[in-house]
């Protein structure tokens, strides 16, 4: 399988695919030029990626270093409590990206429609119908997977990584999010 191909190989993601994210630094520069990010987080987080790590730590790290505004899918708010970290809100993945589709929503804070929406932690066949919603729905959002494995419906995704190479690659994008 090549790195930029589908991880479910019986999907077909059409003509436009999800641009590589070949460094890290990308990602970090599409998160400081949104006027309006947010951050749309499944329970794979939840999962452990280190003996003594567990993903939900990089991702509340990227959050608030990052400045964006974490929704939190399935029932995983009660995981972020527990580490002192409220979510913005919490609300089914179909919900957010709904309203995320509604060109006339005004935002979870009243402030206006987001301007780029990463993605981590949904099931893969989930966020690829997610994502393949806003391509067709929703063309002014940037969409962003950061999961390990490539996405062709997001605007831009990883390609498919290995646990090690992906944990590195988010551990990059936190430390720049901090240095400033």
Known sequence: MSLAESWQRAEVGGPKKALLITKPAVVVTMIKKAKRPILIVGSGVLDKVAKDKALIDLIIQLAQKGKVPVVATAHIVGDFLKRN?????SMPSVDIVNRL????WPGLDGKGQYDLALFIGLPYYMEWILLNALKHFAQSIKTVSLDKT??????WSFSNLTVEDWIQNLEEIIDKLGAE
């Not at 970290?85 to 809100?89: A, E, I, M």
């Open 85 to 89: 970290f409220k979510p913005t809100t």
């Open 101 to 104: 589709v509604d060109g006339k």
């Open 150 to 155: 490539y996405q062709p419906n997001a605007s």
